[in-house]
């Protein structure tokens, strides 16, 4: 009897300030993943803080070669990113621009891999074009946006010193995305077995 090894998701997210807001929801996500049976790894705040995405040289700096090639081995993806001036910021947006170096690849971008997107702003309005933003990014991506999507507004939902969410709604939320990224990789994973000539099969 062989046992399906558990699927890998990325969490990436958060700003330059340690324990942001944004990271502390991702975290909770994550740890809603980790619960679901994933295997799951962080590369959060200032670890996400690369050179500008250059187009016209092949040369990567390391934490940016380390970062897609995690986005690479992935299953699923986790990404929370802050609201600045009504958008994704500009660490998250060049974090995810760092992608298209996986066009190449089979699969090529997020192809096949499920993303649960967050956004974490001061007021709604931030929050909601935050998210619809990240949404069109995975979509360009080609990967599969989870139905629920995260909104924090960090103006009434706070977090304790150990990183829970006192707001036990967004807790809630938080947690579904996390536990439908697992659910989505699992499945995709599960069809992708059952397709896969066995190693028995003649050719």
Excluded at 109 to 137: E, F, K, M, N, P
């Amino acid at each position: 009897m062989t046992t399906t090894p558990a699927v890998r998701i990325l969490a990436i997210g958060g700003s330059t300030r340690p324990q942001s807001s944004s990271e502390l929801a991702l975290n909770v996500a994550a740890m809603a993943a980790q619960a679901a049976g994933a295997e799951v790894i962080s590369i959060t705040g200032r670890a996400l803080m690369f050179p500008i995405y250059d187009t016209e040289t092949t040369h990567r700096d390391p934490l940016a070669l380390d970062f897609v090639e995690k986005v690479r081995t992935a299953h699923g993806i986790l990404i929370a990113s802050p609201g600045y001036h009504g958008g994704i910021s500009g660490m998250m947006k060049n974090a995810l621009d760092y992608i298209e170096d996986l066009r190449e690849h089979d699969p090529s971008y997020l192809d096949g891999r499920s993303v649960g997107c967050i956004s974490v702003a001061y007021g709604w309005q931030a929050t909601v074009s935050t998210l619809h933003q990240l949404r069109q990014v995975v979509h360009a991506l080609r990967g599969w946006p989870t139905p629920l999507g995260g909104t924090v507004n960090a103006s009434v939902t706070k977090f304790d010193a150990d990183g829970s969410c006192q707001d036990t709604g967004a807790a809630e939320q938080l947690a579904i995305i996390g536990r439908q990224v697992v659910e989505f990789a699992q499945m995709r994973q599960a069809s992708t077995d059952a397709t896969a000539p066995s190693a028995n099969s003649g050719s």
